[in-house]
């Protein structure tokens, strides 16, 4: 299998390499994650339930980053074991680039994995839809971890992007209750009138 994507990032290209190398983060933004450890330089043992179609299974695994080339860049190579589920290894290799043009930086990835057991049986289609889901959930997850982190990269970059600032929540009694409200008074009206 094999992935590729980029992502516009508010945070500086620091801030963004800071993040990527802190297991906290990391265990936050993985779908499924309960465990990233550093267990030595640039090595991490990661823990992880994973449900791919009707095969779930929890996965232990190594994480090594190599060819580390702070803030730019560094390759990290992976893999896990579930148990009767199968298993999954590859590398990914993660770039990080001041944004062209306004604030933030550029975020691009290139992943190749190989997966084997039950997994493998369930559907290279599949494999591929749950891998494609997972990396957009972790990178909206890490999108909203930098906001927390650094909202005022986020609003800076609204700023320059001209976007009007999100409308307050209205206050007071939603839509429905309105709806369900008036249905209310008018079934009191039909029932007065009999």
């Known amino acids: 299998m094999d992935m590729q994507g980029n992502r516009h990032l508010a945070v500086t290209q620091q801030q963004a390499w800071d993040a990527l190398n802190d297991p906290e983060v990391l265990k ?6 309960d465990k990233v450890e550093a267990t030595g330089e640039n090595q991490y043992a990661i823990g992880m339930a994973v449900k791919i179609g009707p095969v779930a ?7 090594a980053l190599v060819d580390v080339l702070p803030p730019n860049s560094y390759t990290l190579s992976f893999e896990g074991q579930g148990g009767a589920a199968g298993f999954g290894k590859g590398t ?3 770039n990080l680039a001041p944004a062209a043009e306004g604030a933030g930086c550029e975020l691009s990835y290139t992943a190749n994995a190989q997966v084997g057991g039950k997994i493998a049986q369930v559907g ?9 889901s997972m990396a957009e959930e972790f990178f909206g997850r890490f999108d909203q971890e930098m906001q927390k982190r650094y909202p005022e990269a986020a609003a800076a970059e609204a700023a320059l992007a001209g976007a009007a600032p999100a409308p307050a929540p209205a206050r007071g009694l939603p839509k429905w209750a309105w709806i369900v409200f008036a249905l209310l008074v008018l079934l009191a009206l039909l029932m007065i009138a009999r």
Do not use: E, N, T, Y
């Open 28 to 33: 936050a933004c993985i779908p499924g994650c």
């Open 57 to 63: 299974a929890r996965f232990a695994g190594k994480i």
């Open 92 to 94: 990914a290799k993660v």
């Open 124 to 132: 290279q289609r599949l494999v591929d839809g749950v891998a494609r």
